[in-house]
């Protein structure tokens, strides 16, 4: 299962991954990831939040087909936070490699934040939907 939202609109989007992820909901994710890129008009991020995560689908070959959002010109970086899963790690990074995404796995939301403005301090973190962030509520957003 998945949610999918802009968490700063246009700029980063937060997709939160819990329970069961089945390839339908990974080619599910990934269409509505795609609509997200094209309306974004420039480069967003995606923050993939793992930490409910209880696994990822292995059909490789169909997942590749279901991807091919990780080739859109409008992707930016890849920023995946938790999972202790083995296999989900493993997935992972068979995806980053099939891609040749621009993917950074840290575990903290507070350290996604923190790299997201390393590469654009411009991000504009007053906007940003805090109530997506459900399990996070002492994070500390930069100020411009």
Known sequence: MYSLDWLIPNKVAYAR???R???EDMERSN?????L?????GPAHLIMDMRAAENLPIQIKRGQES???AKHPNLG???SVGSTNEIVKYVGIMLVKIFRLRFQRLNSMQEVIDFLHS????LNWSAARLELLVNDAELRFPVP
């Open 77 to 79: 970086w890849v920023v």
């Open 67 to 69: 991807l091919e959002v």
């Open 17 to 19: 991954v819990y329970g």
């Open 37 to 41: 890129l094209d309306a974004a008009g």
């Open 21 to 23: 992820h089945t390839i």
């Open 119 to 122: 590469l654009d301090p411009n």
């Open 31 to 35: 269409a509505d990831f795609k609509i």
